[in-house]
């Protein structure tokens, strides 16, 4: 076998698929597994060991990033082109929290589209390797960059009962 050897496994059933994903990451998969279905499932995902994402700290950053700008633009203006008015003071932060909070949304939500961008990896130009269409019609596919241990893969996508089991390569 060669070292870019897939494994597509196509599964009717929902727990057929999340079984086979847990036995693949206990043989040591863990980082070769995609999953493909019809809806975001979360059985899939706590199956695939995901987290919580990480894009919540960009928009933290950039909220907080955007309160900062919003209360320093005003106050750097207000310093350079000082206009005393009635005895009130050149510095009113009152007066600041409406920019600082419209900054803060829009800097939190830009920062949230780039994280989702970096962290997702997108565009993802390079086509995949191998799919099925009826993965958007109500199976679940499971499939698994085996390389060199493709044998293995097979005997545990097999114990499943897929009812479909391609191989492919990996360009």
Same mark, same amino acid.
């Given at each position: #076998? ?39 499932d979360h059985d899939l995902e706590h199956a ?7 894009? &919540? ?21 207000? #310093? ?40 997702? &990896? ?7 390797v191998i799919y099925d269409p009826e993965f ?8 698994? &960059?085996?390389?060199? &241990? ?22």
């Amino acid at each position: #076998m060669s070292d870019s050897t897939s494994l597509l496994a196509s599964f009717d059933f929902l727990d057929d698929a999340v079984d086979a994903i847990k036995e693949l990451r206990k043989a040591g998969f863990s980082d070769d597994l995609t999953t493909y279905a019809s809806y975001p499932d979360h059985d899939l995902e706590h199956a695939l060991g995901y987290g919580q994402s990480p894009v &919540r700290v960009f928009t933290l950053v950039g909220g907080l990033t955007g309160t900062a700008t919003g209360f320093a633009f005003p106050s750097f203006a207000s #310093m350079d082109w000082p206009l005393v008015t009635g005895g009130k003071p050149i510095l009113s932060i009152p007066a600041y929290v409406i920019p600082a909070f419209e900054l803060t949304v829009l800097f939190g939500a830009l920062s949230t589209v780039i994280g989702l961008f970096i962290l997702t &990896r997108l565009p993802n130009t390079a086509p995949s390797v191998i799919y099925d269409p009826e993965f958007s019609a109500g199976r679940y596919g499971v499939l698994v &960059r085996a390389g060199g &241990r493709a044998d293995e893969a097979r005997t545990i996508l097999q114990k499943y009962q897929p009812v479909e089991l391609r191989e492919g390569s990996d360009a």
